[in-house]
């Protein structure tokens, strides 16, 4: 079935850049997706790409598709302390019908 | 601008009860997810409906059932709730099931004892 690899944790320093790595294992997937979750809340979408693009920058936010390798990564520029959350990767099952999640990358930002 | 709205936010439960979970969009959205979430698990999809009528199972189904009462709603009911159903539990909605952006309500955490 279908896949999403990320590591667990990710500790920077504000100001630094942050990149969260993840891995898929479904290639038909069209889309791709990085949600943010902060302390008590539900999940807020970041940003998605298109399986078609290699690259999409969203203000501080670049998303890096590797279709090859099945390699999606998020970078943060100028990480703040308010970036401190979970963020998770996810792609769409292979029926199309849900997502499916990797299990989040807790991103902590010290001052 | 509610969004997702799901009550209760939060639940104790003894083992063997049972209750029913409750989630509403106001987006007019055709497909209505329920997932779990568990330390070190990430989000877990226990069913979905991709529109109303039609409900699906996911990953993780077992010991859940679910009711798509109208467009809106989206209910998951515990018959007998078991410690190993101890988690948050979070009702997403989607405009479709194809590559849409999914909203998230707030969740509900979920205790049983």
């Known amino acids: 079935g279908e896949d999403v690899e990320q590591s667990l944790f990710l500790s920077v320093r504000e100001g630094d850049s942050s990149v969260i790595n993840c891995t898929y294992t479904?290639?038909?997937?069209?889309?791709l997706y990085w949600y943010k979750q902060e302390p008590g809340a539900g999940l807020q979408l970041l940003t998605y790409?298109?399986?078609?693009?290699d690259m999409k920058q969203d203000q501080r936010l670049t998303v890096l598709l590797n279709k090859k390798d099945k390699h999606l990564s998020l970078r943060i520029a100028d990480t703040q302390t308010g970036d401190s959350a979970i963020y998770f990767c996810a792609e769409r099952d292979q029926a199309g019908t849900a997502l499916i999640f990797g299990k989040g990358t807790t991103l902590s930002v010290s001052s | 601008n509610a969004g997702v709205t799901q009550t209760p936010k939060f639940q104790v439960l003894k083992t063997g009860q049972s209750m029913t979970l409750q989630c509403a969009q106001d987006m007019n959205h055709n497909s209505m997810y329920w997932y779990r979430q568990d330390p070190g698990m990430g989000l877990r999809l226990i069913y979905y409906?991709?529109?109303?009528?039609?409900?699906d199972k996911g990953e993780v189904p077992n010991g859940y059932n679910v009711s798509r009462l109208n467009k809106r709603e989206f209910s998951l009911r515990l018959e007998s709730a078991a410690p190993s159903q101890t988690s948050v539990y979070f009702c997403?909605?989607?405009?479709?099931?194809?590559?849409?952006?999914?909203?998230f309500g707030q969740g509900t955490r979920l205790t049983v004892v």
């Open positions: 409906s991709a529109s109303e009528g039609t409900t």
């Open positions: 790409i298109f399986s078609n693009m």
């Open positions: 997403a909605s989607s405009a479709g099931t194809s590559n849409t952006e999914a909203f």
């Open positions: 479904d290639s038909s997937s069209t889309y």
